[in-house]
């Protein structure tokens, strides 16, 4: 029994230094793993300001083009100024890349509505002038 009871005397220090490598070692690997967390998760987007204001200008202009005179793209440009909102709450709690998804969509839905009242204005002129040519064409029949 003394034999063992040694050995275990003269492993203690071993196993404590062990024990203290091992930790020191953990540690600085958990260390570089919650650093390399932070870096990856972290914030890393900026708040997409210009976004934010290509965003605005979009619906301003679905604006100037009397969207609200048709009820599609009056809710589209209804749409893309409440992705807008939500956008501002997300860069205020500092998620700023749900933030920028939402101005994209906002960016988005205010485009297709202007694309569709320029379409409406286009059709309307296209379809003034064939009048005007068949009303030009029967009178010199």
Not at 53 to 63: G, L, V
Not at 120 to 131: Q, S
């Amino acid at each position: 029994m003394t034999n063992v009871g040694t050995w275990v005397e003269s492993a203690a220090p071993v196993a404590g230094r062990l024990r203290t490598v091992l930790l020191d070692s953990s540690s600085r690997l958990l260390a570089f793993a919650l650093a390399a967390l932070v870096v990856a998760c972290g914030p890393g987007l900026q708040a997409p300001t210009e976004r934010l204001a290509a965003s605005e200008a979009a619906i301003r202009s679905a604006k100037a083009l009397d969207a609200q005179g048709d009820e599609r793209t009056a809710l589209l440009v209804q749409l893309a100024e409440e992705e807008v909102a939500i956008a501002r709450n997300r860069m205020y709690e500092g998620d700023n890349r749900r933030a920028d998804l939402a101005l994209q969509r906002a960016e988005s839905d205010a485009e297709l509505a202007t694309m569709l009242i320029r379409e409406k204005v286009a059709t309307a002129a296209a379809r003034k002038a064939r009048e005007h040519l068949e009303a030009k064409t029967a009178v010199t029949e």
